[in-house]
């Protein structure tokens, strides 16, 4: 399932911002996707979980607070019967469902256009082994006993160092290699990162100079973008993207990704206008071909 997230992202120690509920687009905004032509609607597919509660109707959420029953927000869903699924759970007048859904989005609703799937039909693109490896080919070893109890020491106090990004390269997880540890940092900064690291830890290590922002300035933007998405009581604001889905900074690349409902060219030309390249788009919402 898609998460409140974009794809999780395995890099140790980001600090990731919380995806809220989110809340229906505003009737002052056109969020994007809206079909120029009624009969000529793009179909989307998505894994969501569809709630309703009282009399506000089912609702596509890709946001779920983690209560029970849970509670979220999102744009309305037309076309949905209960009686045509399996599975769903019902607490304190709430009933929900994770599922799989294709249907068109005029901009504020999704319009259910074809038999409901269930949750495990959606599967997301295998994670790309170039996240797992090393960030040299020749990682620098002092003891080779020192893994990940050792470098955790280390990691704290990296993330408030001004580096770019940490990773592990764990053959307890997705990496079939020995144990190392990367740590990209601005231009001219390896030889100061390292003399950090190395009283903690000496096992086997790649610091790797590259000419990104560090965590604090990818934190910084994302609180930045999602400010510009949100009003100050909460709700979406006027931006062609939607209400906010919630954020995640990939430090690998060094940008912040953004869940929007549909990520088409209009809301991706209001993204660059603003931010060049360092803001990228994750539509919740995947064009059916």
Same mark, same amino acid.
């Given at each position: 399932?898609?998460?409140?997230?974009?794809?999780?992202?395995?890099?140790?120690?980001?600090?990731?911002?919380?995806a809220t509920p989110a809340a229906a687009p505003s009737g002052g905004s056109t969020p994007p996707g809206t079909p120029s032509d009624?009969?000529?609607?793009?179909?989307?597919?998505?894994?969501?979980?569809?709630?309703?509660?009282g009399d506000r109707g089912p609702q596509l959420c890709h946001a779920v607070a983690e209560s029970y +029953?849970?509670?979220? *927000?999102?744009?309305?869903? @037309?076309?949905? %019967?209960?009686d045509a699924v399996d599975g769903e759970e019902s607490a304190s007048g709430v009933t929900w469902i994770d599922a799989v859904l294709t249907g068109t989005w005029d901009g504020v609703r999704f319009t259910v256009t074809r038999p409901v799937e269930p949750a495990a039909t959606?599967?997301?693109?295998?994670?790309?082994?170039?996240?797992?490896a090393p960030g040299c080919d020749d990682p620098d070893v002092v003891d080779p006993s020192h893994g990940l109890d050792e470098a955790q020491v280390v990691i704290g106090d990296l993330e408030r160092a001004g580096v770019s990004s940490i990773r592990v390269s764990d053959p307890s997880g997705p990496w079939d290699g020995p144990f190392v540890l990367t740590v990209l940092?601005?231009?001219?900064?390896?030889?100061?990162?390292?003399g950090l690291i190395? +009283?903690?830890?000496? *096992?086997?290590?790649?610091? @790797?100079?590259? %000419?990104?922002?560090?965590?604090?300035?990818?934190?910084?933007?994302?609180?930045?973008?999602?400010?510009?998405?949100?009003?100050?009581d909460g709700s979406a604001g006027d931006s062609p993207l939607g209400p906010d889905l919630g954020s995640v900074p990939d430090t690998e690349r060094g940008v912040v990704v953004v869940q929007v409902i549909v990520a088409d060219e209009a809301a991706r030309a209001w993204v660059r206008e603003r931010w060049g390249d360092r803001v990228v788009l994750d539509g919740m919402l995947q064009p059916v071909p």
């Open positions: 399932m898609r998460g409140a997230l974009l794809t999780v992202l395995l890099v140790i120690a980001v600090a990731c911002g919380e009624a009969g000529d609607a793009q179909e989307y597919r998505t894994a969501a979980t569809v709630l309703e509660v +029953p849970p509670q979220c *927000g999102g744009p309305a869903i @037309v076309d949905w %019967d209960w959606w599967s997301e693109p295998p994670a790309d082994p170039a996240r797992f940092v601005p231009p001219g900064r390896g030889e100061e990162i390292t190395r +009283p903690d830890y000496e *096992g086997a290590l790649c610091v @790797v100079e590259r %000419d990104l922002p560090t965590m604090d300035e990818l934190h910084a933007l994302q609180d930045e973008v999602s400010a510009a998405l949100t009003t100050d």
